[in-house]
């Protein structure tokens, strides 16, 4: 029998993040974003899209009349919002937002059919249609989303109607789909209902959900290609027929185990590799770790960011070929880092390896939160690394890219998913094995567990990623021995452990520091990361990078921007000796550490203006003061050009 051996996630009530960082951004995300959600998903925000989500639901539930509308998936925001209801309420009980989400959940569960279908598209448009486009329309991607969010909200409230709904449409769903006789050996179009079903198992240990997220992950992509039949009998529109990835736009295109680079849509793709890694770490599947431990190399050593954002084209939002990275035509959709950061966790638990924890941190402090405002009211679905306005006006392959975040949008997946992630994201800084807490991420608060069949309290201090130390303070009754496994960041080159001022002991294993030794209370570990500015290059096959450096600190990448450069940025040089200074702007862009530098500017000043080109000219370069800003607080003062990658 397999003896399950891999670290846990802690329950989100045993933490409480009290961090001068990320408290203002779950703040944000708990007292504006979801309540400016909710109001988005009944249309009542004004001058933005229309979401259309609750009115299908009220349609789909008999309770007022009207056609669908929004996109197929519309469903799914409503399981994204009370999945971060959920979240929020394990670390915030809140009984006005919980009654809200129990008459939400009133309206989306009577919506139910008797068999157990739960999906507003095909209820409104016509029962006898479901099943017939899975791999378009989006049907399992919404139950996926669904059975997320009621799981979330039961373990947070305890509340079981959304759940036992869900659940019932599941079961559904698992007499539909299979390889036996008359059940149709199809599988989702849109990856997410892999990680759903592995939560759902481990909720309630009934095998079957397990043995049906194994199934969707093994059927894929099997010859015949289940979506090629499908398409043909009914008739289906194949809109990447003429594309070069084809199938493989859905991740479908061979047996998943056959797959060694990261290919498709970006965010189906996370997901898919996400529902891999829980389907293989559950089930000791050696052959799918090891497709899933290909797939991420693929990804962050040839197609993935600086930023930690995936996916580089805006068409099909997808990842394109090995080391195409451009700034300024860039995707990067947020929903797509997002993909990555699960993945990344995912990976973790099966292996501590720093270097996971290392792309999750740079998502998370980059391409991730750039995909909200600071007060969490407008919202990026393309992050770019270079922004000329006049070109995202005017340039029909830049007019994806935007110069200001929006309201809200029609096909609106990054609002939600962002405000899930922010108040789950006490899940992704420890793990736990046995008696070895790994830290995986460095956010301020106090942690409650079992080390040691001792009940331990860490209360971690720190101003990080802004200041070098972290401080963690242990209270527990009496002296045990367990392991601490600290991270040490991959752009950390010198660092310090001390245990009550003196330097400890330990063993770096897979970039983890183990402090195994007996603790006592009151026990003080210090850690000091130190975090000069770094200039980085990208390899040398990114074509779009020769030439230039991008500038970082410690987890965190910066950029230029208009408002504090001027026009022109794609003129600017860093220099040979750059001679950096950081200061702390506590009034500036929420409180950030901005980074200044000498550097120069390209003078037009020997130029005839009424010639284009010059034969022999030599360039006069002007010394010019360069100010530097956190990347994710672009596009938060007065719209203008940006950029991260800067000639060097």
Not at 100 to 112: F, K, L, R, S, T
Not at 542 to 558: D, L, Q, S
Request: with cysteine; aromatic share 12%; net charge negative.
């Amino acid at each position: 029998m397999y003896t399950k051996n891999f670290s846990k996630p802690l329950d989100l009530r045993a933490i409480n993040i009290n961090d001068s960082f990320w408290k203002k951004f779950l703040l944000i995300a708990r007292e504006h974003v979801i309540p400016y959600q909710w109001e988005a998903l009944n249309d009542r925000i004004e001058g933005a899209e229309p979401s259309y989500c609750m009115r299908n639901f009220k349609i789909a539930a008999g309770m007022m009349e009207g056609e669908f509308g929004g996109c197929v998936f519309q469903d799914s925001d409503f399981g994204k919002w009370i999945e971060a209801v959920g979240y929020a309420l394990m670390w915030h009980p809140d009984v006005a937002l919980q009654k809200i989400a129990d008459e939400a959940i009133d309206i989306v569960c009577a919506a139910q059919q008797p068999d157990g279908y739960l999906n507003t598209y095909y209820i409104i448009n016509g029962l006898e249609k479901r099943w017939t486009n899975l791999r378009d329309n989006h049907e399992l991607y919404c139950a996926g989303h669904l059975l997320e969010g009621a799981i979330a909200y039961y373990i947070a409230t305890g509340k079981d109607k959304l759940l036992n709904t869900i659940k019932k449409y599941i079961d559904y769903i698992a007499e539909v789909f299979g390889t036996d006789t008359n059940l149709l050996p199809g599988y989702p179009g849109h990856e997410i209902i892999e990680m759903a079903l592995v939560k759902l198992y481990n909720l309630t240990d009934d095998i079957k959900y397990l043995n049906l997220a194994k199934y969707f992950i093994d059927q894929r992509g099997q010859s015949p290609l289940y979506f090629e039949a499908e398409g043909e009998l009914y008739n289906n529109n194949f809109h990447w027929k003429d594309s070069y990835f084809k199938y493989q736009y859905y991740q479908a295109g061979l047996p998943v185990r056959e797959q060694t680079s990261a290919e498709g849509h970006a965010v189906r793709a996370a997901y898919l590799y996400s529902g891999m890694a829980d389907v293989a770490r559950e089930t000791n599947d050696q052959s799918l770790l090891q497709a899933c431990e290909t797939l991420w190399l693929s990804i962050v050593n040839k197609q993935m960011y600086i930023t930690g954002a995936i996916g580089s084209s805006a068409y099909g939002e997808a990842f394109t070929y090995d080391y195409d990275l451009p700034n300024d035509t860039i995707y990067a959709e947020t929903c797509a880092a997002i993909g990555l950061v699960f993945f990344a966790k995912r990976m973790l638990e099966i292996s501590p390896i720093s270097q996971y924890a290392d792309v999750m941190e740079k998502a998370l402090y980059n391409g991730i939160i750039s995909g909200m405002s600071l007060d969490g009211e407008k919202f990026f679905y393309v992050n770019p690394l270079e922004v000329v306005p006049e070109a995202s006006e005017k340039d029909h392959l830049r007019r994806h890219v935007k110069v200001e975040r929006q309201k809200w949008f029609g096909c609106a997946c990054c609002p939600p998913n962002v405000a899930r992630l922010l108040t789950s994201l006490a899940s992704y800084c420890y793990t736990q094995k046995e008696d070895t807490l790994f830290m995986h991420l460095y956010v301020g608060g106090n942690i409650q567990l079992n080390l040691g069949d001792q009940d331990v309290c860490l209360g971690v201090r720190t101003h990080y990623p802004w200041d070098e130390e972290v401080s963690i303070g242990l209270t527990l009754k009496e002296e045990t021995n367990f392991t601490i496994a600290i991270r040490i960041p991959a752009w950390c080159n010198q660092y310090m452990i001390s245990v009550n001022g003196c330097p400890a002991a330990y063993t770096l294993t897979n970039g983890y520091a183990y402090l195994e030794r007996k603790w006592h209370d009151k026990d003080e570990i210090t850690i000091v990361f130190e975090m000069p500015v770094r200039i980085n290059s990208a390899h040398p096959n990114v074509r779009e990078n020769i030439g230039k450096v991008a500038i970082t600190r410690g987890p965190i990448v910066y950029c230029l921007e208009e408002a504090d450069n001027g026009k022109g940025l794609h003129r600017v040089c860093l220099g040979s000796a750059p001679d950096f200074t950081c200061q702390f702007e506590e009034d500036l862009l929420g409180g950030v550490v901005t980074i200044t530098s000498s550097g120069q500017y390209l003078s037009d000043e020997n130029w005839d203006a009424s010639s284009l080109y010059h034969a022999d000219i030599t360039p006069i370069m002007q010394n010019k003061k360069l100010k530097w800003i956190p990347y994710y607080t672009w596009a938060n003062r007065t719209p203008g050009e940006m950029l991260v990658w800067v000639r060097r």
